[in-house]
Protein backbone atom coordinates (compact mmCIF):
# COMPACT_ATOMS: atom_id res chain seq x y z
CA UNK A 1 0.00 0.00 0.00
CA UNK A 2 1.90 3.14 -0.88
CA UNK A 3 1.87 5.81 1.80
CA UNK A 4 0.21 9.40 1.12
CA UNK A 5 2.51 12.48 0.89
CA UNK A 6 1.78 14.79 3.06
CA UNK A 7 0.40 17.31 0.16
CA UNK A 8 -2.03 14.83 -0.56
CA UNK A 9 -3.23 14.54 2.92
CA UNK A 10 -3.51 17.97 3.07
CA UNK A 11 -5.39 18.78 -0.12
CA UNK A 12 -7.87 15.81 1.10
CA UNK A 13 -8.75 17.04 4.40
CA UNK A 14 -8.84 20.47 3.43
CA UNK A 15 -11.11 19.93 0.49
CA UNK A 16 -14.45 20.63 2.19
CA UNK A 17 -13.11 23.87 3.69
CA UNK A 18 -12.22 25.10 0.49
CA UNK A 19 -15.49 23.84 -1.18
CA UNK A 20 -17.12 26.27 1.84
CA UNK A 21 -15.07 29.25 1.00
CA UNK A 22 -15.52 29.16 -2.61
CA UNK A 23 -19.11 29.81 -2.01
CA UNK A 24 -18.26 32.92 0.01
CA UNK A 25 -18.77 36.31 -2.15
CA UNK A 26 -15.18 37.75 -1.36
CA UNK A 27 -13.61 34.18 -2.96
CA UNK A 28 -16.13 34.47 -5.87
CA UNK A 29 -15.28 37.14 -6.88
CA UNK A 30 -11.63 36.28 -6.12
CA UNK A 31 -11.89 33.16 -8.46
CA UNK A 32 -13.75 35.08 -11.25
CA UNK A 33 -11.06 38.11 -11.42
CA UNK A 34 -13.40 40.51 -10.41
CA UNK A 35 -11.34 42.41 -7.45
CA UNK A 36 -8.90 45.67 -7.79
CA UNK A 37 -5.74 44.79 -7.93
CA UNK A 38 -4.84 45.75 -4.16
CA UNK A 39 -7.00 42.80 -2.72
CA UNK A 40 -5.21 40.34 -4.53
CA UNK A 41 -1.78 41.57 -3.38
CA UNK A 42 -3.05 41.96 0.00
CA UNK A 43 -4.12 38.17 -0.28
CA UNK A 44 -1.23 37.16 -1.76
CA UNK A 45 0.42 38.46 1.46
CA UNK A 46 -1.83 37.07 3.60
CA UNK A 47 -0.98 33.41 2.21
CA UNK A 48 2.70 34.42 2.16
CA UNK A 49 2.39 34.74 5.86
CA UNK A 50 0.49 31.39 6.41
CA UNK A 51 3.19 29.33 3.98
CA UNK A 52 5.67 30.67 5.74
CA UNK A 53 4.49 29.70 8.84
CA UNK A 54 3.75 26.24 8.05
CA UNK A 55 6.64 26.12 5.87
CA UNK A 56 8.89 26.87 9.25
CA UNK A 57 7.11 24.50 11.48
CA UNK A 58 7.63 21.64 8.28
CA UNK A 59 11.25 22.02 8.11
CA UNK A 60 11.78 21.86 12.21
CA UNK A 61 9.56 19.01 12.07
CA UNK A 62 11.58 15.67 13.07
CA UNK A 63 8.92 13.76 12.17
CA UNK A 64 9.56 11.86 8.59
CA UNK A 65 5.65 12.14 6.82
CA UNK A 66 5.52 16.20 8.08
CA UNK A 67 9.07 17.08 6.44
CA UNK A 68 8.40 15.88 2.86
CA UNK A 69 11.07 12.76 3.61
CA UNK A 70 8.30 10.12 3.99
CA UNK A 71 9.19 6.79 2.63
CA UNK A 72 7.21 6.11 -0.64
CA UNK A 73 6.46 2.64 0.45
CA UNK A 74 5.43 1.27 4.24
CA UNK A 75 8.92 -0.21 5.72
CA UNK A 76 7.66 -3.56 5.86
CA UNK A 77 7.46 -3.73 1.85
CA UNK A 78 10.87 -1.84 1.22
CA UNK A 79 12.07 -4.50 3.96
CA UNK A 80 10.57 -7.44 1.64
CA UNK A 81 11.81 -6.34 -1.33
CA UNK A 82 15.43 -5.40 -0.37
CA UNK A 83 15.31 -9.36 0.39
Avoid: N, W
Amino acid sequence: MIQKTITDRLGEETKEYHARLEVLPYFGALIDHQLPLECYVSQIRALAVVHGVMETTIAASTDERAAGREKIIPESVAMKLAV
